[in-house]
């Protein structure tokens, strides 16, 4: 095996769906994906709930997205001058994303979030940080003692609560004129009170400091506008990723023009954030977004999936625990950690892909049927785990 960990992607590895000494024959590998389902080497066709990690809103291979990207490479990928893409897609994004009246563009969202941190560092003239969720793998935001990372860098940002406005407030004051920027992912296993994002918005004024909405996962998928627009927030800056070019590499910083103006002085660049292909397909994809209201139909369908976990979770007591999350990115949660690992591989037994953690995503291409059906299999498997000598 030539690549250390078995793939490049953490979350894909066998052990993180499947946990530890996975027996053969589960799915490792992809060949194809469609819509909502997907093919191992095998052949063997899944339904799949956890969706590229949520990089996809649309479903995969979505035409319209894919006629616009086999377009762009038609066009040439790459040139030595930027292309009208770029501007028009964030043209496209000021319209749709309140807060983001500049916007520059990235490939990843460790890079973009990373891009976010710099901008709000140059903007204050200040280090300190705080943190709240997954903002990828650069050094930043990693825990204190992490392999490779300088203790003096992670010295610098400190871990927040998700959804303790008084803790909030003792934190960012406590930081105070040293605080650069107050880093959140919108959504953690539920959503933001308003009071705790009241809290935020209100302290980071106070000390002149920012706020930054990680919404690589929640943008395009709990709103158009994304949590920024469904829960409020007012963020100074916001990160998207993962469902911007439904698949396609591509994330964006943005937010209030005299922060993002300050990307002239901080170096922020990189040679392939202005390839055609993801700028395209990202165009194509707030196409689709917008004209069937894909936020919309995620919520629905989500809730079916929500409502039916719940509904598992009432009826294996001594299995489950309420789910977790929204519907359109949501997980169960489990007795013990076995459950989990047991339910991930009996489902895909029975031809589903559901995730054992955070998070599970619909998409465009779910509907009711199909989350009818993830159902059965999840129901199936628990049957056979609550059944004695399971
Ligand atoms: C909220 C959030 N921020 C940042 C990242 C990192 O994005 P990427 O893996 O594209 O670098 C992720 C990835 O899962 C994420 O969910």
Redesign the pocket.
Known sequence: MRIPGFTSTASKRPEALFGPGAPRGLPVRFTRSEGARLWDEQGREYLDFVMA?GAVGLGYGHPAVSRAAHAAVDAGVVGSLPPEAEERLAERLAGLVPAMERTRFLK????A?AAAVRLARTHTGRDGLLRC?????HDWCQSPGAPGVPGAVTALAEELPFNDPERARALIRLIGDRLAAVVI?PVIEGPPSAEWLAVLREETRRVGALLVF?E??TGFRVALGGAAERYGGEPDLVVL?KALANGFPL?AVGGRRAVMEDARRAWISSTLATELVALAAAEATLTVMQGKQVPAHLGAVGRVLFDGLAELALRYPLLLDAPAGVPEMCFLKYRNEETGIQLARRAAERGVLFKRSAYNFVSLAHDGGLVERGLEALEESLAELASPGA
């Open positions: 990690l990843t969202g460790a890079e979030v969720g997954y903002h990828g793998w992912e990680d690589i996962k990723g994330a």
